[in-house]
């Protein structure tokens, strides 16, 4: 069993930024691995809202990638550092974060992979 972090921080604007694939263009990761990931929302204040997005190919491969979960994150968050519960993955999979309102803050994140 190996754990890998992958750890950076970005600029999130309302272009919905892929944290695997550290772009605002997307790459549906194939690696299998036990994902969790953790976003600090420290930078947020009033009037911001931020959306962080799940997606995984249901069924194969071949298949079409999904929305499958989505959290939406508020104003000045009590507290900051959050983490996605912990799934199992390998089809096609990608965490993104998006502005949906507020202004554009740095937000730094840790995708922690257990293979």
């Not at 976003?39 to 491969?61: P, T």
């Amino acid at each position: 069993m190996t754990i890998t972090f992958v750890d950076d921080s970005a600029t999130i604007s309302t272009t919905e930024y892929f944290l695997a694939s550290d772009s605002t263009s997307q790459t549906p990761q194939t690696d299998d691995c036990i994902l969790q990931c953790w976003i600090d929302f420290a930078n947020m204040v009033a009037g911001d809202e931020y959306r962080v997005r799940f997606y995984e190919k249901v069924n194969g491969a071949g298949a079409t990638q999904r929305l499958i979960e989505q959290w939406s994150f508020v104003g000045l968050q009590a507290r900051p550092g959050w983490s996605m519960p912990t799934v199992l993955v390998g089809h096609g999979w990608e965490v993104s974060v998006i502005k949906i309102a507020g202004t554009d803050r740095s937000i730094g994140w840790s995708l922690r992979k257990v293979t």
